[in-house]
């Protein structure tokens, strides 16, 4: 395995009851990697996720943590893997700091100094002697990922991280996740229905259905496509005009009417000479914008509208 490479997952397969749940997925996942799952209802997301950690078997296939694989040195695999999946569960009777020593306890070499570096990473250092069971959910999601972070784990995997937190929590947990990723080369994998929320904090997004992993895209391909033509947006003042002089000095290209102005399909190399050639003919130009898709309408085109969860 490359040393850059955090997780390697080869034909991972998980059959229940003779039906076939995840089907040879196989991708990796660098270091400093922010990672998403995308996929309809009932995909084998969280499924494939739970093979990763080894809360549940799996059929066939291989997955290696750091190159340790996960069957067959499952400790040593996990001293480097920090996760929430689903519901991040704490003794409510305790307090935050608590369930940290506790956990801490459990995990050799975490020391006090670590314990008070996630709690202030987290966001938790009012709060933190304070009860579990009088924090919110958003709190226990902030509790949830401090504990995932005491090792320093190399991976870090989120199930749904931003359940329960309001947009301003939203806001710090993607600029917590990209921070660790940037700046400890930690590769985080995250699986959301939140999907304008993966758009601003993925790297890569890999798209799951009916378990068989589809495509595996970086969110700009995504979101801009993989080809050199772009959608272009000109705010002019006199639209029939404009769309007269492109129809006449470039008929190859389509242009269609909008709400601002107007929509060109055009090599990105040639938009300086459209805007050249708008200008020539005496058109104000307001505005030139490249127009593109969001993460949500990729999906849903990719998947053929299926809903996510």
């Not at 799996?58 to 929430?84: C, L, P, Q, R, Y």
């Not at 937190?165 to 990723?181: F, M, N, S």
């Not at 389509?254 to 399909?265: I, M, Q």
Request: glycine share 8%; hydrophobic share 40%; charged share 25%.
């Amino acid at each position: 395995m490359a040393k850059d490479v955090a997780v390697e997952i080869r034909n991972l397969t998980k059959v229940i009851g003779g039906k076939t749940i995840v089907d040879n997925l196989s991708f990796d996942i660098p270091r400093g990697e922010v990672f998403g799952f995308l996929g309809p209802n009932g995909a084998g997301k969280t499924t494939t996720i739970r093979m990763m950690v080894g809360l549940i078997s799996k059929t066939k296939g291989e997955v290696f943590i750091n190159g340790i694989d996960v069957s067959k040195h499952f400790k040593e695999a996990m001293k480097h893997v920090g996760a929430i999946v689903e519901n991040p569960e704490m003794y409510k009777f305790l307090t935050g700091y608590q369930n940290l020593r506790h956990f801490a306890n459990m995990c050799p070499g975490v020391t006090e100094a670590r314990i008070q570096e996630v709690v202030k990473l987290v966001g938790l250092d009012q709060r933190i002697h304070d009860r579990v069971r009088t924090y919110s959910l958003g709190m226990r999601q902030r509790l949830g990922l401090a504990q995932a972070l005491l090792r320093d784990p190399d991976v870090l995997i989120l199930d749904e991280p931003t359940n329960g937190l309001d947009p301003a929590g939203i806001r710090e947990l993607r600029d917590q996740l990209r921070w660790l990723a940037q700046n400890k080369g930690v590769a985080v994998i995250v699986s959301s229905h939140l999907l304008s929320e993966m758009e601003l904090m993925c790297d890569r997004v890999a798209i799951i259905q009916a378990g068989k992993l589809i495509d595996v895209k970086t969110v700009r391909e995504m979101v801009e496509g993989e080809t050199d033509t772009s959608v272009i947006e000109f705010e002019v003042g006199d639209v029939e005009q404009a769309k007269a002089v492109l129809s006449a000095q470039y008929p190859a290209l389509t242009a269609d009417l909008s709400e601002k102005g107007l929509r060109v399909s055009v090599d990105r190399d040639k938009v300086p000479d459209v805007v050249a050639s708008l200008v020539k003919a005496d058109i104000k130009i307001y505005g030139v914008n490249a127009v593109s898709k969001s993460l949500e309408e990729s999906f849903l085109e990719i998947t053929g509208g299926s809903g996510i969860v």
